[in-house]
C-alpha cells in the first residue's frame, strides 16, 4: 500500500484533529467558530479528495475518453462553502453581541455572569 499517495487523508485528519481539539478545549467562543472551520475544512477537503477519480477527465464528451469524474461532490462542497460562509459570520455576528451584553466571550466568565442575579448575589443568596 503506497502511504504518501494518501497524503491528503493525512492532511484531513491532522486539520480534523486540530478544529476538535480548538472547539473542546478552547473557552473563547471566536477560538471555537475558528475551530469549527477548521473541522469543516477538513470534510472539504476529505470530499474533494474523495471525488477525484485519477486519470479522470472532466465530463463532457470526448472521442477516445472512456473515464471521467464526476463533479457532483465538487458541486456539493462549492454549497457547503457558501453556507459554511454565512453560518460562520452569524456565528461571529452572535458572539459580538454576547460582547456587547456581558462584556466577555469567554465561557467561564458568561457562567459566573449566568450565576449571579441583578443584585450580584449568587442563586440563592
Known sequence: MDLLGHYNYY??????????YSVIARGNMAKKIMG???FQT???IMFISAGKVIGGSTPIYQKGVE???NPLPHVLI???????????AVG?????????????????DLIEDDGEDADGHGNGQ
Do not use: H, K
Open 42 to 44: 477538513s470534510v472539504f
Open 67 to 69: 473515464l471521467y469524474s
Open 78 to 88: 462549492l454549497t457547503a462553502i457558501v453556507v459554511g460562509v454565512a453560518t460562520t
Open 92 to 108: 461571529l455576528a452572535l458572539t459580538v453581541r454576547i460582547r456587547e451584553a456581558y462584556g466577555s466571550i469567554e465561557d467561564d
Open 36 to 38: 469549527l472551520n477548521l
Open 11 to 20: 492532511v484531513v485528519v491532522v486539520l480534523m484533529m486540530i478544529g476538535f
